[in-house]
C-alpha cells in the first residue's frame, strides 16, 4: 500500500519514543506513541512529513490537518495549537526537514521553473497534498538514512530534492518568500528571529517596526497577517513557551524560568502562564502529562 515503506523505514529508525535530531543534516526523525489534547506548542520553520498518524493545527480561526496524505509547510517559528491521535500499536511516525533561507535561495537561484516572484503577503503556516514525487523522494532520503552514514552526502541531495518539490508545489510560495529581501513577508520574518534570539531582553514594538522597515501601523498588520497575532501577544507566547521547556526538559523552578525569560513579576508570569496552558506553572511541570511536542 502507498506510503508503507516509509511506515516500515521510520519504525526501524526510531524504535522508540522521542526525537533523533540531525540523522543527516536539518532532518530529525521522531516517533510518538500517545495522543494528546488541543495543547499549545511552538513549531520551528520546516517542512513535516508523515507516513503514520495524525495532527491537527490550530492558529487564531485557522485550522490544519496533516497525515500521511499530506504534509506541512511552515516558513516562520508559530506558537500555536496542537493535537495528535497516535498510539501505542499505530504511533505518529515522521520526519522534517528544517528550512535554511538561505538553501531555499540557491535553490531558486539553481532553477528555471521553481516559481515566480510575488507580491502577497502570505500567511507563515500551510498544508499540501503528498504527491506521488514527494512520496518518492521521502521515501529515497528514509532509505538513504538506513543504508549507512556514508549516505549523508545523497542524503543531503534528496533534502534539496524535498525543497525543491516543495517550491514547485502548491505551498512554494511559503518558502520562495523567504528569498525576496525587500518583501513584507522577508521582513517579518527577520523580526521573528530576532525575537526568538532576545525575548528575554525587553523588545520594543518601535525598535521592531524600525528593524522591519515599516511603519508602527504597518508592522502590527503585517505581523499579524503572518503570524496571525500581534506582536505583543506572540513575544508573550514565545517567552511563556521557552520557560515551559526550561522547567519541563532541564528542571528549573517556576520563579527562575519566569527570570531567565524576562518576566519581572512572578505573579505576572503565573497568570499568563495558566491563561495559555491552563495549570499553573509548578503544577504543569509537575504533571505527568506534560510533554514538548516538538513535531
Known sequence: M????MVELLSNLVPEEGVRQDVIDRVDL???TGSSPR???????GIIILAQGEKEIFIGDDFYTYGPGNYLVLSVPLPLECKTSASEEKPLLGFKVKVDPAIVGEILLQSDNAGDKFNSLL???????????????SERLLEAISQSEGNCYLGSLIVKEIIYRVLTGEKGDLLRALAYRNQRFFRIAH?????HES????????????????????FHSSFKAVTNSSPLQYIKNVRLHKARMLMIEEGISAYNAAIHVGYESPSQFNREYKRLFGL??????????????LM
Open 280 to 293: 499553573t506553572p509548578g503544577r504543569d511541570a509537575g504533571s505527568n502529562e506534560s510533554r514538548i511536542d
Open 30 to 32: 521522531f516517533r510518538i
Open 199 to 218: 525575548y528575554n531582553s525587553k523588545l520594543d514594538m518601535n525598535l521592531l517596526a524600525l528593524e522591519a522597515g515599516m511603519s508602527i501601523s504597518a
Open 191 to 195: 523580526v521573528l528571529d530576532k525575537i
Open 39 to 45: 495543547t499549545p506548542q511552538t513549531y520551528d520553520p
Open 123 to 137: 500567511k507563515g503556516i500551510g498544508s499540501a497534498r503528498l504527491d506521488s514525487g514527494m512520496l518518492d523522494a
Open 2 to 5: 502507498k506510503g508503507n515503506r
